[in-house]
């Protein structure tokens, strides 16, 4: 079974709902990391991906206006 590595790109900035803009995990998300299962992970990994591709939608949409 393979280790799930932490997704941190050492660009650490929360936003107003502690949202991480360097991985995309929340605090609390990052926070309880080390502590996490596999699966556990690798939800979290998935919950900060959705959140990336919001952001990226958002900010394109806020350049066409």
């Known amino acids: ?3 799930t590595e932490s997704p941190c790109i ?3 900035c929360l936003d107003d709902n502690d949202v991480c803009m360097g ?5 609390d ?15 979290v990994l998935l919950q900060s991906n ?15 206006h």
């Open 23 to 27: 991985c995309f995990r929340t605090l």
């Open 1 to 3: 079974m393979s280790k």
């Open 29 to 43: 998300e990052i926070k309880v990391w080390s502590s996490l299962s596999d699966q556990q992970k690798r939800e």
């Open 50 to 64: 959705i959140r990336k591709l919001e952001d990226l939608t958002r900010r394109e949409c806020l350049q066409q």
């Open 10 to 12: 050492r660009n650490c």
